[in-house]
């Protein structure tokens, strides 16, 4: 089974077709100065992250001479050795990948077992579940609520903090909801006939048929938990708790202190952070960028999903 | 004339009867829901019913519920906080800027990438153009910190110009509205085109070959089938655009801020945090919360009435 709205990907799809009329000449002028405005545009996004690509590489003198847009005068690993030989960059790095991978499972499975009795327009009480979770879209409590709340279950500074407060989103709960809708009725009902439960009937027929929606809302998730930083800004303050996110804000939140301050002193010590801010900003965007162009057509294809909706 | 209300209750009776038989035979599936609801409850709920601490005062050692009322008293605190009103002016303008521009932009955007035959350079734009959205907000605002400083990649290019100083452009507070701004475009603006450019392959391409036919120039198809074609995806965006005047980033605000551009620099968001959480004054600061949500909640309201005037009465919501 594919995604239904697989087709109206904004790639590819050439309107064009059949009879082919006479380019004009303002067409031509058209279509020329549109690619060179596309491609300046493209550009004003690439250099600036090649720039900071190339200056994780460079060497100090490099850094603080600065001069280069492209290539630095003299290239050094330095850098990163420097962030590698620090074992609270390990640690960060392990409470990413952690945080990532069980809240990403949880996270989805949680959303698609309260998405499975809601896709059936015969469950009771189905209008009042809806509502509740329309309600939760649309109201929060703020973050001071919330904090209280955090705080009086015993949640902060803790792992779970970072798993249990986002298991559930009503938004991704309508996305699979509409997914399971499409599952043919007459596959359930034969399982049913086989003496099959509806847990069974979830796990065995509704889960595996179900793999793109599923990962759309896991790649969505997987997004979210790397980038997140919020959470440990509010609830943890436990260093050996922080991922590579809030240790990369505290760095640079260090040194930007230093760089007000404006003594004489402070800039050699600016230098050398630097180059460990580039390079740890390397190191937290490397798995996103590792991954992006393999998973883009889901994140795409699951904007529409959700939309479709509203 | 007494037997129709006790029949009507008979049968309400009886229907709710077989509406609990139904439930229990149902138990399975609900089982499964019972976890969503719980969640809903504890997460949710018990946080909006939290939102009563803005009519309290609270201290540490209370519970929600044991707080004692003051009235309006916060609001009242609210309307002569200098730094609050400082916080909502830097919102108003940060928004006012980003949000024209991330209007604007990825309708073009998303048009010009629409006119583009050649496919794999479409692929090209679009794949780089969305890049930027799943970047976080600590790694955006380490690479600004790193182009705005004194030898960044922006002074280098100024430097071509002619124009380039060894100015560090974070520490100048005037500059600010418009860093936090325009690097929300940079993050946002391709990310912006999907909706648009989903709603685009949906247009009918006989049109644009009739058009054609007739000799209508580019610009004039673009002009009268592609926004036609896309004015309901366009009003939607004008609604949550006007709806997000008073809203402000917080990721961005915390990475960003510096004791040099604080003052041009906190928002509302930033505010709530610093009041609530690091003074810890927890019911001034949810006071603070939920008054811009509910000014939020009456601008999206008032902007889907406008839009919906001008779309023959069609709410686009």
């Known amino acids: 089974m594919e995604l239904n709205t697989a087709q109206k990907s904004p790639f590819g799809g050439k309107r064009k077709t059949g009879t082919k009329v006479r380019e004009t000449k303002g067409t031509r002028v058209f279509n020329v100065v549109n690619i060179v405005i596309l491609t300046l545009f493209t550009l004003i996004i690439v250099v600036p992250l090649w720039n900071i690509v190339i200056s994780s590489f460079a060497s100090s003198t490099a850094l603080s001479n600065g001069n280069f847009i492209f290539w630095p005068q003299q290239l050094s ?11 609270g960059l390990w640690r960060a790095f392990f409470i990413s990948v952690a945080k990532t ?20 327009r015969r469950l009771r009480g189905r209008k009042l579940y809806s509502t509740m979770g329309i309600i939760t ?21 803790t792992f779970w903090v970072y798993i249990i407060p986002s298991l559930f989103s009503y938004y991704d ?17 034969s399982a049913k006939i086989d003496g099959a439960s509806d847990f069974r009937v979830f796990w065995s027929i509704i889960l595996p048929l179900s793999k793109p929606a599923l990962a759309t809302i896991a790649l969505f998730n997987g997004v979210w938990q790397w980038n997140d930083f919020m959470t440990t800004k509010l609830y943890v ?9 809030m240790r990369l804000y505290d760095i640079i939140v260090q040194a930007q202190a230093a760089s007000t301050t404006g003594l004489k002193a402070q800039v050699a010590i600016n230098t050398t952070s630097r180059g460990v801010q580039l390079a740890t900003i390397m190191i937290t965007i490397l798995p996103i960028l590792i991954l992006y162009p393999f998973v883009q057509r889901y994140f795409v294809s699951g904007t529409m999903l959700g939309a479709v909706k509203e | 004339m007494n037997s129709i209300p006790a029949g009507r209750k008979r049968s309400v009776s009886s229907r709710m ?28 709920f018990i946080p909006i019913y939290g939102l009563t601490l803005a009519f309290k005062s609270y201290s540490v050692t209370d519970t929600i519920a044991g707080a004692k009322w003051n009235g309006w008293q916060n609001f009242q605190t609210i309307m002569n906080d200098k730094y609050f009103w400082q916080a909502v002016w830097n919102t108003v303008g940060i928004s006012a800027i980003k949000l024209t521009i991330e209007f604007f932009l990825p309708i073009a955007l998303a048009i010009m990438i629409y006119e583009v035959n050649w496919l794999p350079f479409k692929k090209i734009v679009q794949t780089i153009t969305y890049l930027p959205h799943f970047l976080s907000w600590i790694i955006l605002g380490g690479m600004l910190i790193n182009w705005m400083s004194s030898n960044g990649l922006i002074n ?3 430097g071509l110009l002619g124009i380039g100083s060894h100015a560090n452009y974070m520490l100048d507070a005037n500059k600010y509205w418009n860093i936090a701004a325009w690097s929300d475009v940079w993050k946002e603006v391709g990310w912006g085109t999907i909706l648009y450019l989903a709603t685009m392959a949906g247009i009918d391409p006989t049109y644009y070959e009739a058009a054609e036919m007739d000799g209508a120039s580019k610009l004039r198809q673009i002009w009268s089938i592609t926004l036609p074609g896309i004015s309901s995806i366009i009003s939607l ?8 005047l008073f809203g402000s980033n917080l990721d961005q605000t915390l990475v960003l801020m510096n004791s040099q551009n604080q003052p041009r620099a906190e928002v509302i968001n930033s505010y709530v945090y610093r009041v609530g959480l690091t003074q810890g004054d927890f019911s001034y600061a949810t006071a603070v919360g939920l008054g811009v949500s509910v000014i939020s909640v009456i601008l999206l309201v008032a902007a889907n009435m406008v839009t919906k005037k001008l779309n023959d009465n069609q709410s686009v919501l």
């Open chain 2, 156 to 158: 280098q290019f100024l």
């Open chain 1, 137 to 157: 879209m649309f109201f929060s409590g703020g973050m001071i609520p919330t904090y209280l709340l955090i705080k009086s279950l015993g949640m902060l500074n």
């Open chain 1, 237 to 245: 303050t436990n260093e050996g708790l922080y991922p590579l996110q």
């Open chain 1, 77 to 87: 690993l330095d850098n990163y050795r420097a962030v590698f030989r620090d074992p």
């Open chain 1, 173 to 189: 709960v309508i996305i699979l909801m509409n997914f399971f809708r499409q599952v043919p009725d007459s596959l359930e009902e």
């Open chain 2, 17 to 44: 009867k077989t509406w609990f038989a139904d439930f229990r035979s149902q138990w399975q599936m609900q089982s499964m829901m019972l976890p969503g609801v719980i969640f809903m409850i504890v997460f949710n």
């Open chain 1, 101 to 120: 991978g069980v809240g990403v499972i949880t996270h989805t499975l949680f959303c698609a077992i309260v998405a499975y009795p809601l896709s059936k």
């Open chain 2, 237 to 244: 965006n004008l609604i949550l655009s006007v709806s997000g």
